[in-house]
């Protein structure tokens, strides 16, 4: 069974820094690679929402609006992580960050979610 574990997430200021990290369990390397892996983050009060998405190779990636340019996805293979580093942060970044999990094409992870989800993992940032 395919599980998620998240970590890295915590209080940052406005501008700072911080690298979300999920580590994936329950398949083979060679599995790992065929899936798509994607971020999600929900604020209080609000949706869950799109973060970025990162292909089974590494070699495609997709953004939200709010975050390109400032957020970078990204995945090792052969130790099965995947990470989310995330820059020049801002207030409204503040919420609960998902890793998720899909065999499918990382467009797919865009909008129409995916099938494995992690716990999450607490990003707040201050003004």
């Known amino acids: 069974q395919v599980q998620l574990r998240e970590s890295g997430g915590g209080l940052a200021q406005a501008g700072g820094s911080l690298r979300l990290s999920c580590a994936a369990s329950?398949?083979?390397?060679?599995?790992?690679?065929?899936?798509?892996m994607g971020w999600y983050r929900q604020a209080p009060g609000k949706e869950r929402e799109f973060v970025a998405a990162?292909?089974?190779?590494?070699?495609?990636?997709f953004y939200s609006g709010s975050v390109e340019g400032r957020f970078t996805i990204s995945r090792d293979n052969a130790k099965k992580m995947a990470y989310l580093r995330m820059n020049s942060l801002k207030s409204e970044d503040t919420a609960v960050y998902y890793c998720?999990?899909?065999?499918?094409?990382?467009?797919?992870?865009?909008?129409?979610?995916?099938?494995?989800w992690g716990q999450g993992t607490q990003v707040t940032v201050s003004a």
């Open positions: 329950g398949y083979s390397l060679s599995t790992f690679s065929n899936y798509a």
């Open positions: 998720a999990a899909d065999n499918t094409d990382a467009v797919v992870l865009v909008t129409a979610g995916a099938k494995y």
């Open positions: 990162v292909s089974g190779s590494g070699g495609t990636t």
